[in-house]
């Protein structure tokens, strides 16, 4: 059983489009995280939810709007796609928020092309 | 705030050499420190993780690191290394009480026979 599964695996589209990206955990985790990981492998974390509450939101533009259903799942919906929001993105999850001495499960990634 | 530097972005080693990537952190309070392996077109995955035990951690696929608080290091070793150990590693640090993970820029590690 995966663990932390995101769908689609890839995503190709036009400049000025909207797409989600969804991500499901079914570890029982209270924690759930974006991150985008740019084309030299640099990995930086977007948002953090805690039982489907925003924690952190790192300076992302607006357009880019997580909503969390429930604690299994956190999505990313992303509005007026730019090139430069091709990346892979990353879920993860990890068993609570407070301290930090938990590792985090990552899902496969999901692979965003934007021409 | 909390960073980690990783030295070198490239390493390569020869088939049953010993591997060893660098990592230092920079942290305001004590830190729990990770090492992540990345495979082509995978999610990481979790090698070992520091969190104020024992300062010499084991993981999986017989890495191991050392974490050494007066020189603010956890390099991660393994004596001998294997084709498949080739991937992209990652350091990460998060500090006590917050579970925001900062990432170092990654060493991918070249595996030759």
């Known amino acids: 059983d995966t663990a932390v599964s995101q769908t689609p695996k890839y995503l190709v589209t036009q400049m000025g489009n909207d797409k989600s990206i969804k991500c499901e955990q079914n570890l029982g985790h209270d924690t759930m995280y974006w991150y985008k990981q740019d084309s030299k492998k640099f990995l930086k974390i977007m948002f953090s939810y805690n039982n489907k509450e925003l924690i952190i939101n790192e300076t992302v533009p607006n357009r880019f709007s997580p909503k969390s259903p429930d604690k299994a799942h956190l999505n990313l919906h992303i509005n007026s796609l730019e090139l430069g929001d091709s990346a892979v993105y990353f879920c993860a999850s990890s068993q609570d928020w407070g301290t930090g001495r938990n590792e985090q499960f990552f899902g496969p990634g999901t692979r965003l092309t934007v021409l | ?113």
């Open chain 2, 1 to 113: 705030a909390q960073s980690v530097t990783q030295l070198g972005s490239h390493v390569s080693v020869s088939e049953g050499a010993l591997v060893l990537l660098r990592c230092n952190y920079s942290s305001s309070v004590p830190p729990y420190l990770f090492w992540y392996v990345q495979y082509p077109n995978q999610g990481l995955q979790l090698l070992l993780k520091y969190t104020s035990a024992a300062t010499l951690v084991k993981g999986i696929n017989g890495f191991e690191a050392e974490f050494k608080k007066s020189e603010t290091s956890f390099h991660l070793t393994k004596p001998s290394a294997h084709m498949s150990d080739a991937a992209e590693y990652f350091c990460a640090v998060s500090e006590g009480g917050y579970s925001t993970l900062t990432f170092g820029k990654g060493t991918m590690l070249l595996v030759s026979p």
